[in-house]
DNA sequence: GGGGCAATCCTGTAAAAAGGGGATTTTTGG
DNA sequence: CCAAAAATCCCCTTTTTACAGGATTGCCCC
């Protein structure tokens, strides 16, 4: 059987050298070279098609998850594997539905990487048992809701210190209309008042 | 010259891999091992004292800072190296403020490595470029104002979405006393209301 | 083409916070 | 011991939010 060919691209140049030290022993894959952001990445591809590509999440400029579905559409053939330090439902979401066959922690050991490239060439999807968890867990106690661009934008103001006289103002609307958009957060988000909404709102990385 | 003896302390088994063999080809260090957590790190150090330690930042169950702490208390001697993906100006001060030697981000090269190495060795302090230029672009902005330890515990429940009257009953104090420190607190964080001060706060880490 | 959702607007009351004044007692540090 | 800082308390006015109801438009997807 012909080894599968790997790309990756983090931009850690320590966690390429693991990547790297680990997959040379195993004969079943084949490391054809490294990126570290997008664009080196897709400059990478004109040349060169590899069968799969591991893919940090948190790259310089553009994310992994943009340059996951640009990679997906371009090369719709080739398995994307996740890689990142978080188990962030929202990131793994995105990655899923960007096209990535997988999601992989980087505690992850030699087995549990090969068993996610196997796994991902057949077709498969593999997360890290902990990444399963988080996005099980997740529909439990429901993290971070899910909030309109409006309100995002109303949020964003409340939370820079302006009244909703002021948002209103700017947003070229009613000073009600605010009013219900700031509802509408303090109910989605369970808080009672703007203090703990913004908190809230901020711990979840939101703001 | 001996070689530098070297622990590392991380729970990315991928990062300890790349650290190892981007290190293996170096004859100045010497890896005695590696743990994955503060326990496991503590346990190491019972039996061999390494000369300097290479110390993720996130860990599980305790944390990077807490465990540098522990080291640098038990085991004045062992030079540290902060090791993470962050360049939060907290997390390096904290650091450093815990008896690190440096900081070092995770997509240093071995000439980086090895230079932070030879500079903690020699009772300096090493902080990658990016991490260094994170630290003093904080100065320049008047970061965290001083609180005292009232206006600490009345900010906290104010995030928590608790009301003047709630907290006055908590604490045991009049309203407006906790109204004055309210007060206290806008003005300390130049924050013009409520929102605005709570976003401060948290993305200041203070809550 | 109808259901759902987002975005917009409305009325009204009660509660809370912001703003601007002080004043008094503890602590705490030099 | 004394001064400065912190913590406590008070009054008053205006502005802003919180809470409780609705109602209307437009848009997207099935």
């Known amino acids: 059987m012909k080894p599968v060919r790997i790309l990756i691209v983090d931009d850690h140049y320590i966690v390429v050298e693991g990547i790297r030290s680990l997959l040379q022993r195993v004969s079943a894959v084949e490391i054809l070279g490294s990126a570290s952001d997008a664009e080196s990445c897709m400059r ?9 590509i591991l893919l940090d999440i948190s790259l310089p400029h553009t994310s992994g998850i943009d340059l996951c579905k640009a990679i ?10 996740g890689l ?3 188990k962030e439902q929202s990131f793994v ?18 087995d549990e990487l090969m068993i996610a490239i196997q796994t991902a060439m057949k077709g498969g999807k593999y997360l890290s048992d902990e990444v399963a968890a988080a996005l099980t867990d997740q529909q439990i106690d429901p993290a971070a809701p899910v909030i309109t661009r409006r ?13 909703n006289n002021e ?9 009600t209309t605010v009013d219900s958009h700031r509802k509408n957060l303090l109910t989605k988000f369970g808080a009672g008042n703007t203090a703990a909404l913004v908190k809230l709102a901020v711990k979840m990385q939101i703001i």
Request: no cysteine.
């Open 151 to 163: 309100e995002k934008e109303v949020l964003n103001l409340i939370a820079e210190g302006y009244t």
């Open 44 to 52: 990478f591809l004109d040349r060169r098609i590899p069968d799969l």
């Open 84 to 86: 990142s330090t978080f």
């Open 93 to 110: 979401r995105n990655m899923l539905d960007n096209g990535a066959s997988g999601y992989v922690l980087k505690n992850a050991g030699i």
């Open 72 to 81: 997906h559409e371009k090369y719709p053939r080739i398995r994307i594997l």
């Open 167 to 175: 948002i209103a103002g700017r947003l070229f609307v009613s000073v």
